[in-house]
């Protein structure tokens, strides 16, 4: 079994001004590429794996054996998370959330403003790195968190319907130390509709 970088949907430049075509680049070929290979590295010679997808791994981490599960959960965290938020992103995109996703916000978060608001804390205080996420959980409810490095939400139990990178290699060559503005300037490249198809999938 091998798991491969995934195609960027468009082109590295596409989301400037708001993400940068180096940090792109750079993000997707060094960063998630190495996701990737260290993934395959950690479960090469591991039996029972072959075929099974990331998510699968990631949503039972427990049956991978000891010996490998940190790295399973750091690489294969880092090759699922990355791979979710490529196809969040888009050219274009941004503005409001749509249909069902829309109507969830505002019935169990308080509405896209409050969600907003909450989910740039749950961004901007993740201590070094991680992600913020807007999940379904386990309860079959909307739920804004962040994990640590490249945790997935798949560990326990939730089902990712848009995450955030706040590793500074997501930000750091456009915006420095200042994560608040990539985060404000990250609504903007935003694919609702993306999320949407996520949520009605997870309640499928
Ligand atoms: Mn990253």
Redesign the pocket.
């Known amino acids: 079994m091998a798991f491969t970088l995934p195609e960027l949907p468009y082109a590295c430049d596409a989301l400037e001004p708001y993400i940068d075509a180096r940090t792109m680049e750079i993000?997707h070929s060094k960063?998630?590429a190495g996701y990737v290979a260290k993934l395959n590295a950690a479960l090469e010679g591991v039996k029972g794996f072959d075929g099974k997808s990331v998510e699968d791994i990631l949503r039972n981490i427990d049956a991978v054996p000891e010996a490998k599960r940190q790295a399973v959960i750091n690489h294969g965290g880092?090759h699922a998370?990355?791979s979710l938020?490529w196809q969040l992103m888009g050219p274009g995109k941004g503005g409001d959330p749509s249909r069902a996703l829309a109507g969830a916000i505002d019935s169990e978060l308080g509405g896209f403003a409050t969600f907003k608001e909450k989910f740039a804390d749950a961004a901007a205080n993740r201590f070094g790195s991680g992600w913020a996420w807007l999940t379904r959980n386990g309860s079959g409810r909307l739920q804004i968190l962040s994990t640590a490095n490249q945790d997935s939400p798949l560990m326990d139990g939730h089902v990712p319907i848009l995450g955030l990178?706040v590793?500074e290699?997501?930000y750091y060559l456009k915006y420095q130390n200042k994560r608040p503005e990539y985060i404000e300037a990250w609504w903007n490249v935003v694919d609702w509709a993306k999320a949407n198809e996520l949520y009605r999938a997870a309640n499928g």
């Open positions: 993000h960063h998630h880092g998370n990355h938020f990178d590793w290699h997501a």
